[in-house]
């Protein structure tokens, strides 16, 4: 099975997620390759329409793989070779982009959807699944707090709050989970922003706690990867976070309420050892390994 993965690459890089589940389908036997699109909007998009045809016609694809909205609605302005799209959650939950997304849904031979929520909204009525982009589980995630401390020279007894993104991401939505971490003395609100995939690793190890205050998500990434580490989870109820760490110990849904997150925060500071977030993964078919047979199967059924 050749297949082209069509995704943004406007920050010179594609998203890790994307990457690592490109990684997984080769590990499973597939031939991928991507196209990146450097451009913003649906002008943006579609100015590399030239670029995309030629790519096809060169490396030729049994299926193209396009993550995003936009980039689905691209990859669909050929129809030589069938296409999948996954929606990631921008592309349904922002009202000027699910115009196009709706388009792309009636292009594209098949659709896959990150959350419940995104696939409510979009109303698809038929040719589509839901399934989550999944997470490599990996042996660094095993790690214990102490040696992840050391390794990122952090205090040993001093209490870190990992935030869910970078701070400057208005959607993340910052200012509520500072003025939530303010309320706890002594604890350190740390940004998740320009670390390497390791060090993000290590982190969410080292971490009292992973906190997601976001206005809107579709199935966050930041979420799982912090469970396969056994990281307890704080979050606010938003995207697929409910159904995935729901019931998960130390591990919580709270309320917008800033008082209200950081008594969470403070009950998820009681958990003395890993959660078992890494067996919920597994368990959830949200790992890599997982995602790539499902994906090979959705493959296999349109070509």
Known sequence: MRVLIVASYNKHRFAPFITEQADALR????EVEFFGVEGKGIAGYLKALPSLRK??????????????????????????????????????????????????????????????????????KSRFCLLPCGVDITELQMIDKSEARASLGFEQDRRYVLFAGAFDNAVKNSPLAKEAVSLLPGVELLELNGFS???????????????????SEGSPQVVKEAMACGCPIVSVDVGDVADTV???????????????????????????????????????????????????YIYSSIV
């Open 55 to 124: 790519k096809i016609q060169d490396y030729g694809p049994d299926v193209v793989h396009a993550h995003y909205g936009l980039s689905g609605l691209l990859a669909n302005m050929q129809r030589k070779v069938p296409v999948v799209t996954t929606y990631h959650g921008s592309d349904i939950n922002v009202k000027r982009v699910l115009p196009f997304s709706k388009l792309c849904m009636i292009l594209s031979r098949f659709n896959i959807f990150v959350s419940q929520k995104t696939l409510d909204i979009a109303g698809p």
């Open 197 to 215: 995939r390791d060090q993000v690793t290590l982190l969410m190890c080292a971490a009292d706690a992973l906190l997601l205050t976001s206005f």
């Open 27 to 30: 590990r499973a036997g597939c």
């Open 246 to 296: 729901g019931g998960l110990p130390y591990s919580y849904i709270t309320t917008r309420d800033s008082r209200d997150i950081a008594k969470h925060i403070h009950l998820a500071f009681g958990s003395h050892s890993k959660t078992p977030g890494r067996d919920r993964i597994i368990a959830l078919g949200m790992d890599n390994v997982s995602v790539a047979k499902q994906l090979i």
